[in-house]
């Protein structure tokens, strides 16, 4: 698509494909979708299988589920969502409403889920009319490059205006930041690393980015523990943990600690020994730089505790680190996207929910923190006091933050985090968070009328007769 990069040429043909687009019909606009959204389920399984060959992280499997939920459920959750044309028209207060597309946006898509992120970002800016530019991680480069193809393809054959899909095949760092601060850039979708998000706000360019999730589970006195913990496995263990709303920390208390281990090595958990632990933390996380290391990201239990030099069973699910404090001298305690939980233990109910604040407050703001429990007073005083976008209940949290499969949360693969994390939303991303309403403001006669007849004009330079006079000028 792009051969040789040049930022302005680039920017040109989205500008110039953003105006066709702005043309389009609500059905011409659908249309599109629908095929675009037919092209990329009916490569799910090919995509994924891309995406494991092309970054050697993850299970095929759970890549091809990644794949369903960004398109499946993200198609049928925007598929009637009106995104041209006037959309309130309120005769009583006189304000009429109407959808205007944003312009070009500039996508920066992850490692972790390189695939279905496309697919999700292509399908919500394509809804709303706006053209695509998407800078695909390095080591993911293949898998992303070939969804926007397959998407391109058969958005053209849908008639869509050319261009309003483009890719990126090799950048610099420069020129991924020319990009960003580009006076035509009229929105940044960032996903990725934590320096990459905030070079896109910091680049004077309206930009939707998340967090990191470093999510704490909370189990109360009334949690079913046989199904609490499966779930908990099934979410860690899914993509090997490379969603990052997957779980981070299980806080217990004693009066259940006992029972939640057991059933965890029911699960082929491996909880380490203090060597272990420090064998590992270098191995996950570089303290230094403050990031967990690159190497264990989507890695399987049995190959990250070979990097470390220790030995585990060929079938270990999760490698699980009893530890107590929390932060950087704890480096376990970190959000680490791969099948590594920490555990802690404390005393009581009350002592649980500050560790799982403790937990969040590092690194997890506003993303996602997650409860078992079957005390509805209890799961709401949690989330009343964490600071978290998503309380995940009695749910996986990985599949059950993404939306639309455990519950009602809208799907989406761009999990945005609030204040706590510099985002300006909590919400899950999608195509309503990529429109602008413009809104025309008819005159009314009584709004002129009910201030000249409310008496509260007293300055004695208000003339009452002329604005009676003007505001008789509207009947």
Known sequence: MIKKLNVNQVMNKAVLSAKKFSEYTQNQVDTIVKAVYTAGFDNRIHLAKLACKDTRLGKEED???????????????????????????????????????????????????????????????????????????????????????ICYNAALEAG???????????????????FMAHRKTAMILATGSAGIVKAAYSSGTPTIGIGPGNVPVFFGESADIPFSVEQIIMSKTFDNGTICASEQALVLQKSNAKEVIAELKKHKAYFLNDKEIEALEPVAFNKTQKVMNVAVIGQPASKIA???????????????AKIEKVGIQSPLSLEILAPILALYIVDDAKSAIDKCKEVNNHGGLGHTVSIFS???????????????????????????????????????????????SKNITTDNISARHLLNIQRIAWRKESKCLEYLKSGIHTDENVNAEIMEKNCNKVK
Request: aromatic share 6%; net charge positive.
């Open 160 to 178: 869509a205006p050319e261009d309003c899909i483009q890719w990126i095949r090799r950048s610099t760092k420069e020129q991924v930041l020319e």
């Open 374 to 420: 079957k005390n509805r007073k209890e799961i709401e005083y949690f989330a009343s006091v964490m600071n978290a976008g998503r309380v995940i209940v009695n749910t996986p949290s990985s599949q059950g933050a993404l939306g639309g499969k455990y519950n009602s949360l809208q799907p989406s693969m761009t999990l945005a985090c609030g204040a706590g």
């Open 63 to 149: 890549k091809v589920m990644k794949n369903i939920i960004a398109t499946y459920f993200v198609y049928h959750d925007i598929k009637n969502l009106q995104t041209v044309g006037i959309i309130k028209d309120d005769k009583e207060k006189g304000i009429t409403e109407i959808i205007n597309p944003l312009g070009p946006i500039f996508a920066l898509t992850p490692v972790t889920n390189p695939t279905s992120t496309a697919l999700f970002k292509i399908l919500i800016s394509l809804k709303t009319r706006n053209p695509l530019i998407i800078s695909p991680h390095g080591a993911a480069r293949k898998s992303t490059i070939e969804v926007a193809k």
């Open 306 to 320: 070979e990097m470390a030099n220790f030995n585990v069973p060929d079938d270990t699910s999760i490698l699980i």
